[in-house]
């Protein structure tokens, strides 16, 4: 089955640096991905919207100068969070679908704390 | 994309069926509708989806009113591994997903 593997699982850093997560598509070719934000006890909140070789559509409320999003081939996807601050500190997913499943396939998500 | 309605909570018997209903009265005619389930601080999972039609596979069952407007997950016999937040999500095929606050699922032994 499609399988999306995100990494890192965890990260910690501190204020002020900037944390790269990879979302990547092992056994398809992903022709959307979709990068989420999810806070304790609270629900997904979808972040942008990125297909690959173009600029990713970023929803209202997120700044795309702080959350780079880079889709550069049909099986890589990446989440930069520049200048982390500990608001910044969620449970980041990535998701893909492809035109060769109806569904959408999650990563296993990164849990980012900011110190 | 349509908002859903769902329970905020329901428990279930262990070996008994769990019916998890999910409202979406603005549903247009060509959103599907989709679950997903998510196990505390993994990622979501992928059960089931239909346009109109019920749809069975090896995890679920999906029931469709006629109207389109609701819709219920069954699990059939429910074990404790499927305790978790339950997603009911409506949206054009390869579309973008909203996420509502999902119904939490208990299954008691």
């Known amino acids: 089955g499609a399988v999306v593997s995100q990494h890192p699982s965890w990260v910690i850093c501190k204020s002020g640096t900037s944390v790269k997560i990879e979302c990547r598509s092992l056994d398809f070719q992903a022709t959307t991905m979709f990068w989420y934000r999810q806070f304790p006890k609270q629900s997904l909140m979808l972040m942008a919207t990125?297909?690959?070789?173009?600029?990713?559509?970023?929803e209202q409320g997120v700044e795309k100068d702080k959350f780079l999003i880079n889709h550069a081939s049909l099986t890589l996807s990446t989440l930069t969070v520049t200048s982390a601050h500990p608001e910044d500190s969620s449970f980041y997913i990535c998701?893909?679908?492809?035109?060769?499943?109806?569904?959408?396939?999650f990563g296993s998500g990164t849990r980012l704390t900011v110190v | 994309d349509a908002k859903t309605t769902q329970p905020p909570s329901m428990d279930c018997a262990e070996g008994r069926a769990a019916n998890l209903p999910c409202n979406h009265s603005?549903?247009?005619?060509?959103?599907?509708v989709y679950w997903y389930r998510q196990i505390h601080s993994q990622g979501p999972q992928y059960i089931i989806h239909?346009?109109?039609n019920n749809e069975t596979n090896e995890m679920a069952s999906l029931i469709i009113t006629e109207d389109r407007k609701s819709s219920t997950l069954i699990l059939p016999h429910a074990t404790l591994r499927d305790t978790a937040v339950y997603y009911c999500?409506?949206?054009?095929?390869?579309?973008?997903?909203?996420f509502g606050d999902g119904t939490t699922l208990t299954v008691k032994p």
């Open positions: 990125s297909n690959e070789g173009s600029k990713a559509t970023y």
């Open positions: 239909g346009l109109k």
């Open positions: 603005t549903i247009s005619g060509n959103e599907y």
């Open positions: 998701s893909a679908s492809s035109d060769s499943f109806d569904g959408y396939t």
């Open positions: 999500i409506v949206s054009l095929l390869w579309g973008k997903s909203t």
